[in-house]
């Protein structure tokens, strides 16, 4: 990195050459497939046990079959970040989003007020379900699982709802503490 | 409007041919200059008055000379609208904002998280005032205003961030109680 | 204005000979009217265009015929200008109402908790919606419209409802920011 | 009571004939002074053990000498009601501070924004506390009691801040509850 | 108490021997009963008009015959002064809850979410109750009664439900102010 | 499990033997260390590639050598996770905390109201830092981390408070979804 290039982080941000051999796989990896190396993996490779514990939550709930779409789980992630004030995630996740999606305008809609975005009643309630697990999980109860069945979700369609909320809590905070800075190519992916 | 178009308001939208005639005559300079005629003006001629006095009062602000560049307006804009969660605002003045700024990412990072954004201090500063009139004015004191003469900011300089942010506190809610529906061409505006 | 008076804006307040002559005739006018001016006139004077449409504005939605009466208007007012804690808008405006409603009690009782004021059931419903839209409009659904239809209100009153609640959200923090100061004369108006 | 007049508690409210000796004779000791009842003796009356510990607190509060004048007790009183939405205390303690301050302006513009009202520094230092006991109790340190004696109250003043504002918070949730209705006599009182 | 005890109180704590008879006998009564002085005891004991009257009103709420038995009443004191994050009251009152309600989980349960708790459904209603009237009393209106009724709550349970939750609103904002320390000895009873 | 034990999840509960064995492992070697299995591993080994992530990003956190003490990290967790009403991390956690502090008090303590425990000024700027990112990460800034430092915490130790109180959000967000139950072994460990 040069002098005059954006921080990424607030925290030391380690060379590739510095990292264990997993950790660097991983993010040539990412690079090889994305064309540049998203700033998520750089600034969380500073905690290498911390990294592969992210990234393997990451993966279990992002990653795997589930009643939702990946499209859908990053609706998820784009509604509640915002509303976590997260730049990195909304501006990340939302390039992702919009690719998954094949809409170049969903996560722009999403992002702000998912209520008016063009979105399904299903979508919607599974989006009222993530903004309380983010915003007031103290108030879940069984009726919001009952409404989530009402419009087909299943229990397990449930967990992965509040699983993917929940670990963007924690995302959305790492991510603001780190000041961690969205590269400059996830704005226009996705815009068709 | 054929009916397979996505609906633009809650309320009635009238044809330009109904329109008085200043009204359309403003939305054909709109549509001449843009390509297309954003909507806000559409779902606003509904009520001509109302229409009237609300793009005086727009222009009044946003158009004139001031210490504020028309760039760093549309910030005040897009930040305190991301906060009222207003999906018009921000993805219909982010488009401005990336325009007047010719700088594809800062409305997004703006949106979301303004004080993370590429910004100079004074610029977070008139950001600081701008959230603080726009989701607590009752607690503004003269200790603010004399935050913004250290950043260098006039007193008028202080009324164009204060109105600027009172103005659209007003365009949120009719936004977000029409549901005010973004035009398509605005998300991909000056994204470079 | 001699020394001792009490200041009725942190900005600058021109003379009324100063003014613009639309400004000032419609300052002389109120005037007439209402036995002494109102600080806001003098206050936004400060902006002839914004002063301009600032009443527009008003007159727009206060003025004109509606399936709200015009104390129903007030109402919308006090009650979202209490909640803002807009000293200027609940004094002035409380004093408007009690004239217009020739209830002594009805604008401190609508100020402080409109729930436990002497109103209809429809007033409520009015007054529930119209602080939905001043305290969280990103919220306002169909449903908000349906619960109105169901009290008698027509489309065309709820838009009537939101565009009151939405200019005093302007309103309310222009009187804020200006540390607008209400004349003494409304304190006691319309108290029989 | 007849059947026209407006209910005064959503709670039963016994007849003077029924209460306890001590609890008439206060109240009627209170209409021999004030030329009417005020409500809240009524519909505390329902409670005699509570109705006599309430008033024996408030006067060990509002009756005692005090660093704090009887009018700056009442400012606290109404500045804190109006932020708990308490119609009775507001309208009722209003009319008591107008007639102690002698100003037929300061509830009102207490009750609103006391920021913005005809005060001391000092009485705005108290009120800041006060609101700050009533509102966030919990963040309440050393260094709230250290700005207090920058603007001259002793320790024992701020006790009796806090004291007024902890009663008032009691006060306001029991009035809410009840449904308590203010007496049409306290509007206009001290108006001048 | 010596120097290395620690503060029970930032205000001065009378000697027993300096207290009024009727103060003293009463907090002599009580350590008699306890085995140790409760702190608040000696707390408020700094001002004994107070003392009496706080805890008369106490006494008038806790003490007394009522449709919701003694565990019930202290359930409500624990879940408000969670919320209120007021230490005293939740440790001291939670150790009675322990005592009252011969279990020991259920003072832990309660005060961190009692929507979690071992609860019935009707105590569960209780404290939904409760809990708005500590935190937005100005909301509470006929359908809160109905749904008390609908558990089975008579109108005397709802004012005594309100009592407690209003009493504790006081009580957690005095005990915040003056840091009032709770014994050590309340932290280990009824556990069991 | 017999059909009288109370529910320790909304989800369904995997048997011992049906869990993949590295996962009934770890289990088997908390449970052979504590005497009992706390649920959380339970409640989580319904989803095994969840349990793996959250337990090591768990261990990377709380196990490491850190700047923090095993104790003061149980502090962030009991802190926050209060704000957030988690019942199961509060009374797990502060079982920890009561251990690991050697100190029978400050869990209870620390849980409500940590500004009034028994704490250094040094672990009060710590659980400061711990809340601002639990519940408005968005406004952390470089000024945080130098409050950090004036206590003599480094940039690692910052990371490790972030990070603690991260992954509590996380934590408390799963529990309470999944309406996780805490052991009834953990009330009364650490009491003395």
Known sequence: MTATEPKISRFPVPDLADMP??????????????????NVFLVLAHR??????????????????????KAEREMIVVA?????????CVVAHGAILR??????????????????ADLTPRQKAMLD????VSQAAHLVGDDDL??????????EDAWDIAGVAAFFALSNRMANVTGMRPNDEFYKLGRG
């Open 99 to 116: 690719i998954r999606a094949k809409n170049p305008l969903i996560a722009d809609q999403v992002a702000v007020n998912y209520r008016k």
């Open 146 to 155: 009952d409404a989530l069945k009402a419009h087909g979700f299943t229990e």
């Open 129 to 132: 379900f993530a903004v309380k």
């Open 21 to 38: 051999d997993d950790v660097r796989a991983r993010i040539l990896a990412v690079q090889e497939k994305s064309g540049f190396i998203p």
């Open 80 to 88: 509640t970040s915002n509303l976590n004030q997260c730049q990195y």
């Open 48 to 69: 290498p046990d911390e990294f592969r514990a992210f990234f393997a939550y990451h993966d279990a709930l992002m990653e795997k079959p589930s009643g939702l779409s």
